[in-house]
Nanobody, 128 residues
Framework: EVQLQASGGGLVQAGGSLRLSCAAS????????IGWFRQAPGREREGVSC????????YYTDSVKGRFTISTDNAKNTVYLQMNSLKPEDTAVYYC?????????????????????WGKGTLVTVSS
């Protein structure tokens, strides 16, 4: 069974840090681009970051560049999102997702309809 298990959300004060994890099972890990979307109340889902697990190439949306770092542990079939200098506007439900054959990592946000697998969301709340 193809599955993504997300964890690591929580409540943190502005300026703080959290690390999200996305554990994959049931598919060949390094055939996929894996990453994160988020959705805040009343807002559209947004592509945050992704990583090509075969070569480590990464993508970040502009609002998180310099603050978030995505990485992968291929031995554990897990992708991490280290989130530093968190802001109240980062508050959202974060979802990990996986897709095979993404033409360019910069298309991550626009390919949300084509994801092969989604994990359950994990809530990140940043208080001011």
């Amino acid at each position: 069974e193809v599955q993504l298990q997300a964890s690591g959300g929580g409540l943190v004060q502005a300026g703080g840090s959290l690390r999200l994890s996305c554990a994959a099972s049931g598919f060949t890990f390094d055939d996929y681009t894996i990453g994160w979307f988020r959705q805040a109340p009343g807002r559209e889902r947004e592509g945050v970051s992704c990583i090509d697990t075969s070569d480590g190439t990464t993508y970040y949306t502009d609002s998180v560049k310099g603050r978030f770092t995505i990485s992968t542990d291929n031995a554990k079939n897990t992708v991490y999102l280290q989130m530093n200098s968190l802001k109240p506007e980062d508050t959202a439900v974060y979802y990990c997702a996986a897709v095979r054959g993404l033409p360019q990592l910069s298309m991550w946000h626009w390919y949300s309809y084509a994801m092969d697998c989604w994990g359950k969301g994990t809530l990140v709340t940043v208080s001011s």
